[in-house]
């Protein structure tokens, strides 16, 4: 079942990009550069799950640093990722070197604005789209190390690095994509998943996280938020590390498996209701690949349990890896919206769950009279 005006449900939606790319059987490359392919395997995934949020990821680490000049490397199957061997600022000199890139001609680029569109043409809205937070993008054109070892060593060029991708790359960028489809208040979702202990330190956060977040939405609008940092059970101050991704994401706390499970539902809740904001509750990736479907609902129903209570909880399903069973998704969503009725029963032991059969992908395909070119 799904949520509807008679039936609410906690919502569930999910990062799936190489799995929706592997369920289509097309190319890593055909999916991540042709925008008609990419928008309609996502547009279909997402109703063959029954995911109550339109999927639209792509691989969101990589256009603004290839648009940069950052050479990537697009593997037979699974995400395009840079060349972490040639970083494109490999010395702080080169930094100088750099041009802006045009927002809607460089790399991949005008793809997204194509994808923009088509999601536009094909469902009538488009909720959200992603954009490289400033340390993420810093990390890939920089290198990890070498952005830490600036950090402590030449915190005067780590600045002027984040200032120019901030002003320079992603504040045209984001501008440009709200103009194309002619939404100016359209929400900017960042992410940031190099921004996570221990890879980086709170104060790190504060300094190179917090401050870049916040100079983007002084200047784009609190419709503008990043997101995505995981390291909260790392972080030796989970509470501190909270109230820090609060002020990157106003409004809802973002706690993602592993560490929402280390931490603890009821200690993520316990800050959320001090702070009055709602959770976004993301579900490990290895567990749904891995683990026997019973583990997967228990999850699904010990988070809802713990943190939907007062209707402020959506699940998130982490990156989705290619190759997860699809019967494991279908008991993932099945999960949510069985035992996340509304309003949440007293006692979810006593919620019957039957775990639904369904066709295959290809199936699915064919009894809509649906095909996909490659």
């Known amino acids: 079942m799904s949520p509807s005006e008679e039936n609410p449900c906690i919502l569930v939606g999910a990062q799936s990009n190489d799995h929706s790319a592997h369920l289509a059987g097309v190319s890593s490359r055909q999916f991540f550069t042709d925008a008609y392919t990419f928008t309609k395997v996502q547009l279909l995934v997402t ?12 691989d969101v680490y990589n256009v603004e640093a290839e648009a940069m000049g950052q050479t990537l490397v697009y593997p037979p199957e699974g995400i395009p990722d840079v060349d972490r061997t040639k970083p494109l600022i490999a010395e702080p000199a080169d930094l100088d070197r750099i041009a802006p890139p045009d927002p809607y ?39 990890y190390e070498n952005l830490v070892s600036d950090m402590y060593a030449r915190p005067g060029f780590a600045h002027q690095l984040f200032k120019f991708l901030c002003d320079e790359v992603l504040l045209p960028h984001i501008e440009a994509l709200r103009t194309a489809i002619a939404v100016p208040d359209l929400f900017m979702d960042g992410r940031d998943a190099w921004a996570s202990p221990p890879m980086i330190t709170l104060d790190m ?15 784009l609008g609190d419709q503008v938020i990043t997101r995505g940092n995981w390291g909260d059970a790392k972080s030796r101050d989970p509470e501190r590390f909270f109230a820090q991704k609060l002020q990157c994401s106003p409004g809802v706390l973002s706690v993602l498996d592993p560490d929402l499970y280390e931490v603890g539902p009821d200690r993520v809740k316990a800050f959320a ?39 402020r909880c959506m699940v998130h399903l982490n990156q989705i890896p290619a190759d997860t069973p699809t019967e494991h998704i279908h008991a993932a969503v099945a999960a949510c919206h069985t035992f996340g009725q509304l309003p949440i029963a007293a006692n979810l032991d006593d919620v019957p769950f039957n775990l639904p059969r369904r066709e295959s992908f290809s199936e699915f395909l064919q009894a809509k009279g649906e095909t996909i070119e490659m």
């Open 47 to 58: 109703e063959y799950y029954r995911f109550d949020v339109p999927s639209n990821f792509w």
């Open 105 to 143: 001609t460089a790399g991949r680029l005008p793809w997204i604005h194509q994808v923009n569109k088509l999601y536009l043409e094909m469902t009538g809205k488009l909720e959200r789209v992603y954009f490289t937070s400033p340390f993420s993008l810093a990390a890939n054109i920089r290198g």
């Open 205 to 219: 956060m504060d300094e190179y996280v917090v401050a870049y977040t916040q100079r983007l939405r002084s200047r």
């Open 273 to 311: 209701e001090k702070n009055d904001v709602a959770v976004a509750a993301g579900v490990d990736a290895t567990l749904l690949k891995d683990r026997p479907v019973e583990a997967i609902v228990e999850r699904i129903k010990f988070y809802i349990d713990r943190l939907a209570r007062d209707e």
